[in-house]
């Protein structure tokens, strides 16, 4: 019997998610007009201090072990955030990308092609790093290394610069300074 | 004739024929290019509807005849389904090479977890005691059912993480689908249970209701037109300046 409820609640689980994604509730319009509203800051260079190895070991010699742990606790779960920003950001950029890619103009199609695989490789990276980070949270004493996500989403905000360089000259580089 | 046999009647015709109608579509809009194993399968529902329908009327074969006909046709049915199913992954994966190496792995370690999953539902069934082969064709298509709404579930949930767009088509291929095995889960699950005579004309048409209404899904997508991207080059200006407001006041927060 628990059996048989359970398949039917998975049933009645995945017609509303159906219903859901029908609506349009689950997956991004195509409409970019709203895009701005949707991106959220991140500050790399405080990504990369809050995650700094240096960091670490100096709180690893001066703390006691327990409030080592307590402090890095604390750090995985507000690097983590910073990630799903991110992640976040890059789910937007991969819907400029995709918009780009479509363009007449073979520089800017390139360029789009390439933001939509950054952004993807991107999001894929972040889906794992917030989880070895969570896990980091869980327990403090692990040996992470996630700062290697900076570098990739440095990489992705030169990819935007080159973007809008191209339909805006005159007003280079703004996108990638806000992210 | 009562209206619950014409309603019958309705339920079993009315999909095939309309499905004529997304095999037209299919053909005159060349999505048979993306979707040779969609066409396929809804080519073979028609012909398999016709001969069920031409047995079903027909004085000349016996039941275990038709049977015969209908478990065969179900099969092919059922294999051609999960055709679709791979057909639509490597469709919305194509559209991302960086993730179509991915996309292929993940889907054949969904199928086999799915895989296991349904055999382990299947080993620990303790329904109804029936009749052994009724029950294991229930128990057959149940695990079916878990393995293709899994399928479909993953490959949404895969989607709207990454942020995927689907292209219209696609995406009601999966909506009509999904619906049908999302029901079809339901209904098996409790025949599996409760045994093959409770309430069987009652499911049977809940089950013919909802093919009627995948079909419906997959006529209305394959005929709506595909929502065009808006070009980027058509950002006005004020949407960047937007972006550098929008870092202020996150900065200030």
New interface residues.
Partial sequence: ?T??FI??A???F??A??FL??KGR???A????D???Q???VDLEAFRNLMSADDEEYLRASLPSRQFRSVQRARFLAAAQYVNCVATNA??L???G???R??SDAA?AAA?QEL???A??L??YS?MVVGKLYVGAVMPGVKLSPAAIADRYQHMSGLVGR??RM??PS?TA??P??L | MNFRRFFWYYLWIAPHLLQIAVAVLMIRRKLFRDFPLFLSYTLFEVANFSALFWLYNSSRFTVEQSTYVYVAGDAIGIALRFGVIHEIFENVFRQ????NQ?GRLLFRWATGVLLVVAVA?AL??TGADTDRVTAALFVTS?AIS?VQ?GL??FL?LF????????RNYV?GTV?GL??Y???Q??TT??LT?FGPNFRSETFNLILMATYHCSVLIWLVYFLSPE???????T?P?H?????????QR??QQ
Avoid at chain 1, 30 to 33: I, K, P, Q, R, T
Wanted: proline share 4%; with cysteine; net charge positive.
């Fill in positions: 019997m059996l048989l398949l039917v998975a049933s009645l995945s017609l998610f159906l994604a029908a689950l997956f991004p195509n409409d970019l007009s895009i701005t509203t991106v959220k800051s789910a937007i991969l819907r400029l995709e918009a780009a479509s363009s800017i789009g939509v695989d950054t993807l490789r999001r894929l889906l973007l809008s339909h805006y007003r703004r996108i300074a806000s | 991302y090479p960086a993730l991915l539902v620990s069934t149940r878990i709404c479909l579930m949404l989607s709207r993480y990454f942020g995927l767009s689907w995406f909506l999904g619906v095995a999302s029901v889960l339901a699950a409790i249970q929502p065009a991207l808006r070009p980027v080059k950002v200006s949407d960047l300046e937007g972006w550098n407001q929008e870092l996150l900065l």
